[in-house]
């Protein structure tokens, strides 16, 4: 058995540490435990689950569905460059799309509800700490009041005999290990909430970057439609107009593609010498464009004339006349005028080995040979099917742009801004 003295010490002990311990408990933020219907005391929670588990089932047979299309879509692609294939692979990525802009929005619903469900267990949580506290500050008060007793004699004097003495004692050191253990929960509730704001956080960026998925996606699924509406209005449904279009624009392709070979080459000898001369140095590339919708990515799948020729780019969709200005400061390569049924482009040579193209040029302000400094205008934009510049089979307004690391395509998403 405990001596007299034993017990106090203890119990004056307990007291001090616990006090010590209340002054660091403050509400902190989130948490990101599991919690049952008790800590929300309501089946909010329960329902919010079962609906994101429907969403997410949802969302898996969409993707089972995309990848069906994705199949057929690669079938089609193989097969004899005609009209009617041509027609027939934009039908299937336009359903394919429309499914992935179905299954961004499923997914962007799912993260509000995950979002949800994580706001209610905050409330609950902080509901908790709140009666916790509640219940601290009492056993704190009461400690507090015993504690003002400064020797065992004035104690033994306040109760009647020994044993109630004892009994009080044993009494206090009961509420202090109970108090131990309630701050102990409280910590450990705080540091919880801690997490799920971390977790919460997390949940809201991912929400912004769906938002900016479904954006590109709605993007590529209206030029897929642009690009069958244009595709029939300029071939009239003939077979014989298509494969006309078809076979100029793999020649435009092909010439541009091997001119900008040979003047990579060529240009940047001249370029070198003029930025030694001027002491210019890169600073890093900038958008072309104000715009910055990308409808269709480096080698993207989803190019609805893929088949025919890779996509070494990306395309932004910019209103028609929208100003092109330079990536950066650069030497003027190429400034091709395709006139009113051909191909435009222009080609700058930058510093550091690298190389842009920007295509469907409607008007050229620069010509060969010029040094042009990084955001000055170099054209305006084109694209719109039947006007200068556009080229054949034009998908609808937007900027081609490449970009080139000693010749080679890679991507220019990697290095804008």
């Known amino acids: 058995m405990q001596t007299l003295e034993t017990k106090m010490k203890k119990s004056f002990k307990l007291t001090l540490i616990i006090s010590i311990l209340s002054l660091f408990f403050y509400p902190f933020g989130i948490g990101a435990t599991e919690y049952t219907l008790d800590d929300v005391e309501n089946a909010e929670v329960w329902q919010i689950n079962q609906d994101i588990n429907e969403k997410r089932s949802e969302i898996q047979e969409l993707n089972r569905q995309v990848g069906v299309y994705k199949k057929n879509i690669n079938a089609k692609q193989k097969e004899l460059a005609t009209l009617s294939n041509q027609v027939s692979t934009l039908n299937q990525s336009i359903a394919k799309i429309n499914l992935e802009v179905q299954s961004a929005e499923l997914e962007m619903e799912t993260i509000n509800l995950k979002i949800e469900n994580t706001q209610l267990k905050i409330q609950a ?5 709140g009666d916790q506290k509640e219940t601290i500050a009492e056993v704190l008060r009461d400690l507090h009041v015993q504690q003002q007793k400064s020797s065992t004699l004035e104690i033994l004097l306040l109760n009647d005999n020994f044993s109630d003495f004892i009994s009080e004692l044993d009494r206090l050191e009961s509420m202090q290990d109970s108090l131990v253990g309630e701050v102990d929960d409280l910590n450990g509730v705080k540091i919880a909430l801690v997490g799920d704001q971390t977790s919460l956080e997390t949940e809201r960026t991912e929400l912004d970057t769906l938002k900016g998925i479904l954006d590109n996606k709605k993007g590529t699924l209206d030029s897929q439609k642009s690009t069958k509406n244009t595709l029939m209005i300029v071939t009239e449904g003939q077979e014989s107009k298509f494969q006309q279009l078809l076979q100029q624009a793999k020649e435009e392709q092909e010439q541009a593609n091997s001119d900008i070979v040979y003047l990579e080459k060529v240009a940047r000898e001249k370029l070198n010498r003029q930025l030694k001369e001027e002491q210019i140095t890169s600073e ?29 780019a990306i395309d932004i969709a910019t209103p028609q006349g929208s100003p092109i200005v330079a990536a950066d400061t650069g030497y003027v390569a190429k ?6 049924t051909g191909y435009s482009y222009i080609m700058l040579i930058h510093a550091d080995g690298l190389s842009t193209v920007y295509g469907h040029v409607n008007q050229i302000s620069v010509s060969n040979d010029q040094l042009v400094g990084k955001g000055q205008i170099i054209g305006y934009s084109g694209g719109l099917p039947g006007t200068r510049g556009a080229g054949s089979l034009s998908t609808g307004p937007h900027l081609h742009l490449e970009l080139r690391m000693n010749g080679i395509p890679i991507n220019p998403l990697n290095y804008l801004p």
């Not at 590339?285 to 070494?312: C, G, K, N, Q």
């Open 125 to 129: 949580k902080e509901r908790e700490i």
């Open 284 to 312: 890093g590339l900038m958008w072309p464009v104000s715009s910055r919708r990308v409808t269709a990515y480096f080698h993207d799948p989803d190019y609805p004339y893929r088949y025919i020729f890779e996509h070494p």
């Open 335 to 340: 400034a091709r005028d395709g006139g009113q």
